[in-house]
């Protein structure tokens, strides 16, 4: 049975990382495509001014909480949420889980090389999980029937997609009528991190909920886009005092 908890219109899974990777592998044994999504509070508060956006994470088969923020939101709402399950670390979890067995990966997005990056590092780790296929994020629309008929041919049992919400949860939706695979997962910046390209912040900052922090200082630029942590909190207490 499905236990979700309610933050501001999107139903987020109640799960433990290990819950999620069990889910996800529960996901291989049938005949139908899943969708699994990671918002942070930053998505989230962008679900809120992007209806479109909203019906599509409602309308996954695995929304986990990646980030602190959403865990707090959970504490201010109720009922709160087990843990954080950050899709980085989702991700790595399922190679874990698959390395050596027959599930097959494709990887897309990421800047041109990166994913293959991505993949070599694992291998230097001994994580040895079936790559069929990689292709970069850098393409157009008139491209996608050609992108897909790639997938599809590979045998991909789980797609990982690491375009940058909300692109990566949109391309998934517009695209799962023609997608033959079992799960589907939007990744994000999850290739630049296994490559080594972004530096993840150390554990004393994802311990504290602080990873926000961290990467503000590594990212000046992301300033703006990162107002939206406070507001996402300030629209909870909202709902929660209405």
Not at 154 to 173: F, H, N, R
Not at 174 to 181: A, E, G, I, P, R
């Amino acid at each position: 049975m499905r236990t979700t908890v309610d933050i501001l219109g999107v139903p987020v899974d109640n799960v433990t990382m290990n819950e999620a990777v069990e889910i996800v592998e529960s996901f291989l044994e049938k005949n139908k495509i899943h969708f699994v999504f990671t918002p942070n509070a930053e998505i989230m508060m962008a679900a809120q001014r992007d209806d479109q956006l909203k019906n599509i994470l409602s309308s996954a088969d695995l929304v986990v909480p990646d980030g602190a923020g959403v865990v707090l939101a959970s504490k201010i709402l109720k009922p709160v949420l087990k843990e954080k399950v950050a899709g980085f670390d989702l991700t790595h979890n399922l190679f874990y889980k698959f390395s050596n067995k027959n599930v097959n990966f494709f990887f897309l997005g990421g800047k041109p090389g990166v994913a293959e990056q991505a993949r070599q590092k694992l291998l230097e780790k001994n994580i040895n999980i079936n790559v069929v296929g990689i292709r970069d994020g850098y393409f157009s629309s008139d491209k996608d029937d050609e992108i897909i008929n790639q997938i599809n041919s590979s045998c991909t049992d789980i797609l990982l997609v690491g375009l940058g919400a909300p692109k990566q949860e949109k391309w998934i939706y517009n695209n799962s009528n023609k997608l033959n695979v079992k799960v589907c997962i939007g990744v994000g910046g999850t290739f630049d991190g296994i490559a080594g390209i972004v530096k993840r912040a150390p554990s004393f900052f994802c311990n504290n909920g602080l990873e926000w922090l961290y990467r503000l200082y590594k990212e000046p630029r992301r300033f703006v886009r990162m107002l939206d942590l406070p507001k996402f909190i300030l629209v909870v207490i909202a709902k929660k005092l209405r």
